[in-house]
């Protein structure tokens, strides 16, 4: 994952494209595209979670890994 000064994120994924972890947003599972969208001004948290832990927590959804992204909230 990348941060940079410009108002974008880019998130890299491993050589084998098939083996993408799942993206969660405040609770909601999300694409890989929604998640480079976002500005990296408006994140608060970004966990990531991989192994048996993920796929303790999302099941066989997150045997690749699980990016778990909060927002900040609006004012």
Excluded: F, W
């Excluded at 966990?47 to 690749?64: F, H, P, S, T």
Aim: a positive charge.
């Amino acid at each position: 994952m990348i941060l940079s000064d410009k108002s974008s994120l880019s998130i890299s994924l491993p050589i084998d494209h098939n083996i993408n972890p799942l993206y969660i947003i405040n609770g909601v599972i999300i694409q890989k595209y929604e998640a480079d969208q976002l500005s990296p001004y408006g994140i608060k948290r970004i966990n990531v979670i991989k192994g048996d832990a993920a796929k303790k927590k999302y099941g066989d959804r997150g045997m690749n890994g699980v990016v778990e992204i909060t927002l900040k909230k609006k004012e």
